[in-house]
Structures are given as C-alpha cells and as structure tokens.
C-alpha cells in the first residue's frame, strides 16, 4: 500500500514569515495525485493546493507553492506571507490512477502562526 | 453550492452501544467515502461508494461496523457494539466522479466512547 510520510509534527511560524512543510511518499505508481489539505480547528478539510504527478511544472495557489521532487517522492509546501488564519493542521495526502480515488494521508503537520 | 453536510456533530455514547452517522454529500457528487480520524492521526478510509455500490470495503471492520447509501445519495454509517478505541471524528467526502481525484470534506462527528 501507499504511504504517506510527514516528519514534522509540529511547525511555527512568524507572521509574514514563510514556512515549509515536507512530505515525502512511497509508491510503485507512475500516474497519480498529490495534495495538501488543511484543517482548522473546527475540523472541516479544505484543499489547499494540487499537484499532477504528469505535470513538470510545481502548482501554485497565491500565497502556497510545492516543491514536488518526483523521483525523491518528496512533496514539501511552501506558505509564503504567513497569516495567523493559516494556523491550523495540514494534511499531505496521495491519490493514485490505480488505487480508484482513494486518498492516502499524512499524520499532519500542526503550524503555529506567531503574530 | 452546498458543502458535505454531516450530523451528529457529537456524540457520546457508553461501550455496546450503538450508534449511527449521516451525510448527505454534495448534489451530483457519485462518489463518497467515510474516515476515521483519530486523534494524533491523519484520515483512514473505512468505506468508499460510488452511487448506491460499495467500490472499496477492505478497512472496514465488519463484525462491528456497517454502512449504506441505498438510493446512491444519502450514507449512513453505524457502529454496533462501540468499542472504547472507536473514539475517533468521523469524515464524510464526496467527489464527482471515481476519475477525479479532489475530494471535498464534511465538518466530521466527533465520537466519545465512554
């Protein structure tokens, strides 16, 4: 099976300040998906940013970026500009062309936002 | 557009006891997925549907745990006998189709076992 691996627990931040989050997987998959998920406090998931495993080029949502390393399966995310909103729990998560949609998860990384 | 609606938010039930979730997925969403979240831990998949069919069961504990979603909108998952370890929140995603990878969350129910 896949595996999702987040080696940071926890991580802070100062505000305005820009903070990475690494994750690193493991799969025998050629064609599949990765992303990063946030949950707040009040637990509702919410994509953050997407990355197909085809595309060259790293995805970018405004203040979030990845550096996706395909062949050190390594996925880490990049949140520029901290905000104290972007304190919450961040999931990395793995979906795979074989395995049907269904999403393999990280065990998180919690980031503080220091005003 | 309507998001992932779930109900209970909580729920705080004894060991033995039965206990019951619903979600109602977003409208034209054919795919949805229950998880379990313990705490500390990132979402595991228990069961996945697309429409009223079961494609992927094989985390689901079925001597104790159940789950439907018989007219392929609506889902209901139950756990009967609760044990202490099913201490957990509670996921509900959809996504439209099993070919598109984003999945969208519901706010979770959030399960004691006492």
């Known amino acids: 099976a896949q595996t999702v691996t987040q080696s940071q627990p926890e991580m802070s931040v100062q505000e305005a300040e820009t903070v990475t989050l690494s994750c690193t997987y493991d799969t025998s998959e050629s064609d599949y998906y990765l992303f990063w998920y946030k949950q707040p406090p009040s637990r509702q998931m919410i994509l953050v940013i997407r990355?197909?495993?085809?595309?060259?080029q790293n995805a970018t949502e405004n203040r979030f970026s990845v550096n996706f390393q395909k062949a050190a399966k390594s996925f880490s995310l990049k949140i520029s500009d901290s905000q104290l909103g972007d304190a919450a729990m961040y999931f990395c998560a793995y979906a795979g062309g074989n395995t049907g949609n269904q999403f393999y998860f990280g065990t998180g990384t919690s980031l503080t936002v220091i005003p | 557009e309507a998001g992932v609606a779930q109900s209970p938010r909580y729920k705080i039930i004894e060991k033995r006891q039965s206990v019951a979730f619903w979600c109602n997925p977003i409208s034209g969403h054919a795919t949805l997925y229950w998880y379990q979240q313990i705490l500390g831990q990132g979402p595991k998949l228990l069961i996945q549907f697309q429409n009223n069919g079961v494609v992927d069961d094989s985390q689901l504990p079925k001597d104790r745990f159940s789950a439907e979603r018989l007219k392929g909108v609506d889902s209901t998952l139950k756990i009967q006998p609760a044990k202490l370890e099913d201490s957990a929140v509670y996921l509900c995603?959809?996504?439209?189709?099993?070919?598109?990878?984003?999945?969208?969350f519901g706010p979770g129910t959030r399960l004691t076992v006492l």
């Open positions: 995603a959809s996504a439209l189709a099993l070919a598109v990878h984003e999945q969208f």
């Open positions: 990355q197909e495993a085809y595309k060259q």
